[in-house]
């Protein structure tokens, strides 16, 4: 019978660590810029969600393509209406994977290089992407950035031939976000 | 052995419990994820649909210059090249002092009428945490005529020169592509032609766009007047035409029966007849500058 419940508080106890091994935010920071000759064009969005599950490694992100914000109001709304149609596709994920995790150690205060790979979706389209970044643990909280390129093409993001040379082919994203610890 | 099999079954729902959150990591947090509201934007690409104000706003910090062209009446034949040899002209201003707040200003050549406007956006079309299905916004104008008196013997007011416009402006973006919107109006004239029309008009706009591509639109709009306001020869005003988006433009094109772009003229003062040719071949340019950037909060 003790034995029973030893596993029974070992379970229970195992649980809890497994809970206590998520990371969280609702406020991370993405932005973009594109850079051309002519123009450039730059938007901020500080309402990222993004939940990190430190014993697997996993990472989850959900951006709100409304919630960029530009420095022209007309940039805002073309880029919601022409580009990133945020009416029919409302949220960019990504669901990817730290391959290096297991360097980590959550426990103590450093900063760490890692690799993330997975699969990103914008506009409706998902591709499989891997950046490095980085993992700052401070006092049982995270700090995490990346910084990565991408391209509306990969996306079927249409760019008309009038403004092709207004925006860049490649565009620079740059993620950074404060994980807390998740408890449920 | 009881007690086993209430430990193993301990066990397995915490892995099920486990698994399940498992699958999904965000999934985490929508249990109690506070829902945002969000706002439904662009209902039409302008804040004009062709003459109507559209329940659009000019953004905060922006100016939006206006040049509105409507050339003769298609009616004019050949000898007229159908309308293209006259032209009335508005030019004006719009800007946004906040999101919701806009104040605008202009000049037509129709009758030399100055017209400054002020329109508020107090409801804001939403989804989510707030659930409201439309937008409106209440608009308030004023015209001055500046023609010369035509009896510069009797007896002139200034306050004779004046127009007042009341207008309560609500809009749904249906979906994607259909927008529709009500626009129940009041004109004031302070001074009439005849005792047979009235001071006040009470008329209803209706109008809607349906969204062709990702940069053109279909916009039609109609104004009915309430019988017994106006003198007989006025007709209701109806334009149907297409909004042009480029980069920073939006051009409108369109035909309406309408010669007067401010609401005390198209509302109050169509003459132009569908049925026999009266139509206006006209456009709207609008070009944006941003005059104060927003702060990125």
């Known amino acids: 019978m003790k034995r029973f419940a030893l596993l029974f508080s070992l379970l229970v106890f195992g649980f809890t660590s497994i809970q206590a091994q998520k990371y969280f935010t609702r406020d991370g920071k993405v932005t973009f810029s594109s850079d051309t000759p002519i123009e450039k064009i730059e938007a901020h969005n500080q309402k990222a969600t993004c939940v990190l599950n430190a014993a697997d490694g996993r990472m989850e992100f959900a951006i709100l393509i409304k919630a960029f914000q530009f420095e022209k109001a007309l940039m805002q709304e073309h880029f919601n209406e022409n580009y990133m149609e945020s009416g029919t596709y409302p949220k960019a994920t990504f669901k990817g994977q730290i391959s290096n995790i297991e360097a980590i150690d959550f426990s103590k205060d450093g900063n760490y290089e890692v690799t993330v790979a997975g699969d990103m979706t914008i506009h409706g389209v998902t591709q499989a992407v891997s950046t490095t970044g980085n993992i700052l643990v401070k006092d049982g909280k995270l700090s995490a950035d990346a910084t990565f390129e991408t391209k509306p093409g990969d996306y079927d993001i249409k760019i008309p031939a009038v403004v092709r040379k207004n925006i860049a082919e490649i565009v620079q994203v740059t993620v950074a976000v404060d994980l807390a610890p998740f408890n449920k | ?297």
Request: aromatic share 12%; charged share 20%.
């Open chain 2, 1 to 297: 052995m009881k007690k086993i099999l209430f430990t193993l079954l301990l066990f397995f729902v915490f892995c099920l419990q486990a698994w399940a959150q498992e699958d999904d990591l965000l999934s985490l947090l929508d249990d109690d994820d506070e829902e945002t509201t969000e706002y439904v934007t662009a209902s039409f690409k302008a804040n004009r649909v062709i003459n109507l104000h559209s329940v659009e706003n000019t953004a905060a910090g922006v100016l939006d210059i206006k040049i509105g062209h409507r050339f003769g009446t298609l009616n004019g034949g050949f000898y007229e090249l159908f309308g293209l040899d006259q032209a009335s002209i508005r030019i004006g201003g719009d800007y946004g002092i906040t999101n919701q707040l806009m104040i605008g200003l202009g000049r037509s050549s129709f009758e030399k009428t100055y017209d400054g406007f002020i329109k508020y956006k107090f409801l804001r079309q939403s989804k989510g945490k707030r659930n409201m299905p439309i937008s409106a916004a209440f608009l308030a104008t004023t015209a001055i005529q500046t023609l010369r008196w035509q009896n510069p013997d009797r007896d002139n007011l200034f306050s004779s020169r004046l127009y007042h416009t009341f207008q309560l402006i609500a809009g749904s973006k249906i979906n994607e592509q259909i927008s529709l919107q009500l626009s129940p109006t009041l004109v004031h004239r302070n001074l009439v032609a005849t005792n047979e029309e009235e001071n006040d008009v009470y008329a209803l706009g209706v109008s809607g766009r349906i969204k062709l591509t990702k940069r053109v639109a279909l916009n039609a709009e109609y104004i009915y007047v309430l019988p017994d306001q106006i003198a007989p020869e006025f007709q209701n005003s109806f334009s149907i035409g297409f909004d042009i988006e480029t980069g920073g433009h939006v051009f409108q094109l369109h035909f309406s029966n309408s010669t007067s772009m401010i609401e005390k003229g198209y509302i109050a003062e169509t003459v132009g007849d569908w049925g026999d040719g009266g139509i206006h071949f006209g456009f709207n340019v609008s070009r944006v500058f941003t005059i104060q950037k927003p702060k990125i909060k």
